[in-house]
């Protein structure tokens, strides 16, 4: 579900957020991509993922690695940063050392930093 352009605007980091973890948990792909703008970035170790269609891609990667997962977050939101240490685990695979940054401007994540290990069961 696409949000309203001035509604989306005027999210505080703290409901974007809250929304990014709602659908990551549902593994709604769509939702998920919709807190991300279309020049939204996502730097990890392997490269910088740019724009919605290759964030979409990354995600959907990520919901086959570890579907179904629990997840485990630990907060801490600075003005529009936020720094996320997370887990996650399924019967498929589990991850111990999420740790994230997330930058919010207009209501949507513009840039996030993302470092994490996935271990097969």
């Not at 509604?7 to 505080?12: E, F, L």
């Not at 997370?86 to 050392?97: K, P």
């Amino acid at each position: 579900m696409t949000q309203a352009g001035s509604d989306v605007a005027q999210r505080t980091p703290q409901e974007i957020f809250q929304h990014h973890a709602e659908s990551l948990g549902a593994e709604d792909l769509e939702a998920t991509v919709d807190d991300y703008a279309e020049t939204s970035r996502i730097i990890t170790s392997s490269g910088v993922i740019q724009g919605k269609a290759a964030i979409g891609n990354y995600f959907a990667e990520l919901f086959r690695t570890v579907p179904k997962a629990r997840w485990g977050v630990k907060t801490t939101f600075v003005d529009n940063i936020l720094f996320l240490e997370w887990t996650a685990d399924s019967d498929r695979a589990s991850i111990s050392d999420g740790v994230d940054t997330f930058i919010f401007q207009d209501g949507l994540i513009q840039t996030q930093t993302v470092h994490c290990t996935a271990d097969p069961k």
